[in-house]
């Protein structure tokens, strides 16, 4: 496994984690107000996987996705969940194309005016964005009594990646 296509596993397997920690709390406390973050812990778990979403695409080269509202709330855990699993395939497609081919330049036309960035940045960039939200999520989901939550290390997924350890959603 490179390092590129660790980091990205490393992040979806600890963000998918967290929400399968998330999946039993009652709507009152994922969307209860902090003074952190996003505010709420679904508005968090939200943004990182949304961020997912926009860069993938950025770095993709193709439109923004969008959420069909007949499949219900784009936010429910449920839903990010589905979400996180989609664009974690898509974004490792872009680590292992960026690993074969080695760095390109993408254009972020989100930027106005659009500007070129290079891919191998931008992947980093998508990694270690999570990882600051996540440190959020474990702090609101401690303060909200959630047991048995994973540190969310590297070596912690490495293990379970190998198989010598288990963790939720493993």
Known sequence: MTMTE??????AWTTRALL???????????????DVGHRTLR?????????????????????????????????????LIARLDVVAQDLLRLA?????IGDADFTDYLDRPPTRKPLGAGLLH?????????AQCLYLMRILGVPNLIEGDALSFELA????ATFPSA
């Not at 660790?6 to 992040?11: A, F, I, S």
């Not at 990182?48 to 695409?57: A, L, Q, S, T, Y």
């Open 161 to 164: 990646h190998r198989g010598l």
């Open 43 to 79: 508005r968090t778990f939200a943004h990182v996987v949304g961020n997912m979403e926009c860069w993938h695409d950025l770095m993709a080269g193709r439109p923004q996705r969008e959420w069909d509202a007949s499949r219900g709330r784009p936010d429910s855990i449920a839903a």
């Open 126 to 134: 998508v990694a270690t964005h999570g990882m600051h939200h996540r």
């Open 6 to 11: 660790r980091l990205c596993r490393h992040d």
């Open 96 to 100: 292992v194309e960026f690993d074969t």
């Open 20 to 34: 399968v920690h998330a999946e039993d709390l009652p709507d009152e406390a994922l969307d209860r107000a902090f």
